[in-house]
C-alpha cells in the first residue's frame, strides 16, 4: 500500500519534471525567422522563399511562409492555391492565425500576403495585443518562419529586415542588381542590425561566376559598411524555373532533381547549419511573436 502510494508519487513528480523540460526547451526554441530581400524587383525573392522553404520541410524542419509582399502578394498564386483568408482578416480580428494559415506541399504551412499588415500600425494597443497573443500561440511550432517580401527599400521592407533572425540578400550578377542588394545592406547597417546576414546569387551561368560575384559583394560589404555576409550560394538560370510558374507548381515539387533545385537545396542546408553554429541557447530564433512586434514598433515610430 505505501509502496503502491510511492511510487504514485514519484510518477507524478517524474511528470511534473517532464513538463518544466518540455516547457524550458520550447522557450529557448523560439523559431527562426529569415527575411528574403533583394532591393531590385524581379531578381528571384519568392522563387528563392517558396523553394527554400520546401527544401526546409524536406529536411525535416517545420517551417511557414509569411507572403509579406504587400503589394502584389503571390505565393498562393505560384501554388496554384486560392485561400480563403489572408492576413487582412487576422489584422481586422475577423480571424484567428489558425483559421487564415493554409498548407501547401510537403506540409508547408503558409499565410497568405496582402496589404493587412501595413494596418498593423494604425492598431490600438488592444487589438495589437490580442495579434500578439495570437501570433504567440505558434511560436515554437515551427523552426524556421521564412517571409517574402516585396521589391523596393520600403519602410516595411526595412522594419521586416531589421525584425528578422537572418536576412537573405538574393542578387543576380547584374550590376544593377548588386547595386539594389548592396543598399539593403547599407540600410539595415545603419540601423545597426544585429542579426546575420547572408547573400545568394541567382541566375548564375556557372558556380564559378556565383562564388565570384558573391565574393566581391562580401568584400565590399565588409570593407565599406562592417558587415560580415555570410556565403549560402548561388542558383544557376534554369528554363524549368519559369515553367513551374505556367504549371502553377513549386520547382522543389515538380522537378526536385533540377540542377536549381538541387542549389536551392543546398542553400538550405547550409541555412539549417549557420543555426548550429550558434551556441544552443541562440540556436533557435527571437521568435514570430518578437518579430510582429518589432515590425510593428517600427512601423509606428516611422509612420
Ligand atoms: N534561377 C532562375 N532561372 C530562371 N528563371 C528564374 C530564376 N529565378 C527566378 N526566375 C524567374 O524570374 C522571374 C522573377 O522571379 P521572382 O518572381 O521569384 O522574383 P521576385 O524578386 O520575387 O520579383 P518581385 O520583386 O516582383 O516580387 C520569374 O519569372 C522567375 O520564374
Ligand atoms: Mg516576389
Redesign the pocket.
Known sequence: MISDQADKLRKMAQGVRQQIEAEMMGISRKTRTVVIS?GK???????LALNLSLSLCSEGQRVILLDA?LG?ANIDVMLGLSPEYHIQHLVQGRKSLKDIIITGPLGLKIIPGGSGINELANLSDAELNRILIEVGKVDGDYDYMVIDT??GISKNVISFMLAADEVIVITTPEPTSLTDAYGCVKTIAKQSYAGGVSVVI??VSDNNEGLMVAEKFRLVCKQFLNVDIKLLGS????SL??EV?RQQKALMQAYPRST?ARHIQNIARRLVNLGGMASPAESGGSGIKKFFQKITRFMRDHG
Open positions: 533583394s524587383g524581379g531578381v528571384g525573392k519568392s522563387t509582399d502584389l516585396g521589391a541567382n541566375q542558383i544557376p538560370s534554369d524555373v519559369g510558374v536549381a
